[in-house]
């Protein structure tokens, strides 16, 4: 994955998408960027180790992230289009 994990997670957090989830990128002007993502109730904010610089870890988590959500984004595409029912979804 990426070098910046150090150890293995204790805990793990599934949002699951939905209608009304959102994804967005605010950028700030006399700041770092927040990356904020909404399932439902709830947001998730990503931004650097510090807000008002970036460091190298900062810019290849970034990359990582980036890279990972194209990756991801093929593979719910992937999923969605060609199966038989029309509906993206096996068997319903």
Sequence with gaps: MMGRRKARPVST????V???????????PQRSPVLGLVFGGTQV???TSAN???TLDDVEFA?????EAAMFAGAV?????GLPN????AGR
């Design 13 to 16: 957090i599934a949002l699951k």
């Design 18 to 28: 939905g209608q009304g989830a959102d994804a967005r990128n605010h950028p700030y």
């Design 45 to 47: 904010l990503v931004t």
């Design 52 to 54: 008002d610089h970036v």
């Design 63 to 67: 990359r990582a992230l980036a890279r």
């Design 77 to 81: 595409e992937r999923m969605f289009h």
């Design 86 to 89: 029309g509906l993206g979804v």
